[in-house]
Nanobody, 119 residues
C-alpha cells in the first residue's frame, strides 16, 4: 500500500484547508484510514479515523472543526479542516490499517504534509 498526502500549507487562524490522501496498491487490504499529526516536540496524535463500514471518530481537540471523508472511487481520504488554530500546526500523516479499529496503529504511512496556522 502506498499513501500520498497533499493539501498542506500556510493559512491564517480561522481559515480552512483540505488534506487529501490517495491510496494505491493493495487497496482491498485496507479496513481503516486515519489522519495523525505531529507538532514539533510533541508525540504523534490521532486526529481522525474512518473505518471501511463507515464508523468515524475524532480527537476531542478537533471535533466540530475537522471532517474526515472518503471517495471510494478515487481511493482517497480527505480531511477538511475548518476554523484552524495555531495549535493545529503540525505535520499531518495519513495511515492505513488492515484492522477495523478506531485506534489504528498504522500498517502503512504517507510521507506527511505540513500545515502551518499563523495567528
Amino acid at each position: 500500500v502506498q499513501l500520498v498526502e497533499s493539501g498542506g500549507g500556510l493559512v491564517q487562524a480561522g481559515g480552512s484547508l483540505r488534506l487529501s490522501c490517495a491510496a494505491s496498491g493493495s487497496i482491498a487490504s485496507i479496513n481503516t484510514m486515519a489522519w495523525y499529526r505531529q507538532a514539533p516536540g510533541k508525540q504523534r496524535e490521532l486526529v481522525a479515523v474512518i473505518t471501511r463500514p463507515g464508523t468515524i471518530d475524532y480527537a476531542d481537540s478537533v471535533k466540530g472543526r475537522f471532517t474526515i471523508s472518503r471517495d471510494n472511487a478515487k481511493n482517497t481520504v480527505y480531511l477538511q479542516m475548518n476554523s484552524l488554530k495555531p495549535e493545529d500546526t503540525a505535520v499531518y500523516y495519513c495511515a492505513s490499517d488492515t484492522w477495523t479499529t478506531l485506534r489504528p496503529l498504522g500498517d502503512y504511512w504517507g510521507q506527511g504534509t505540513q500545515v502551518i496556522v499563523s495567528s
